[in-house]
Nanobody, 124 residues
């Protein structure tokens, strides 16, 4: 099990950038695939990005490809999501999640540990 705490959310204008972070506790962080998901009011939680435990594989939702970048620093037990060219439709609570599988999944049911979320609001 790993405990996750997100930070870095906030209010930004459309076209702006923001970086959210997720700090993990536990010595086994480097063995987890890490994902970012988001949930807007009245909508289901959706996949945003994932990075493998080695950092060698990443995947993104079509809606964020070319704008968002996921990365990790296993020495700091932290995963990041750099968000550029933000749009009002990116407004949501952003969650990081950990998956112990060796297969990179985008579906939330494959993730066993979740953070509490951080709010990202993009104004038009």
């Amino acid at each position: 099990q790993v405990q996750l705490v997100e930070s870095g959310g906030g209010l930004v204008q459309a076209g702006g950038s923001l970086r959210v972070s997720c700090a993990a506790s536990g010595r086994t962080f480097s063995s987890y695939n890490m994902g970012w998901f988001r949930q807007a009011p009245g909508k289901e939680r959706e996949f945003v990005a994932v990075i493998s435990w080695t950092g060698g594989t990443t995947d993104y939702a079509e809606s964020v490809k070319g704008r968002f970048t996921i990365s990790r620093d296993n020495a700091k037990n932290t995963v990041y999501l750099q968000m550029n060219s933000l749009k009002p439709e990116d407004t949501a609570v952003y969650y990081c999640a950990a998956s112990g599988s060796r297969v990179v999944f985008t579906a939330p049911e494959y993730y066993s540990d979740w953070g509490q979320g951080t709010q990202v609001t993009v104004s038009s």
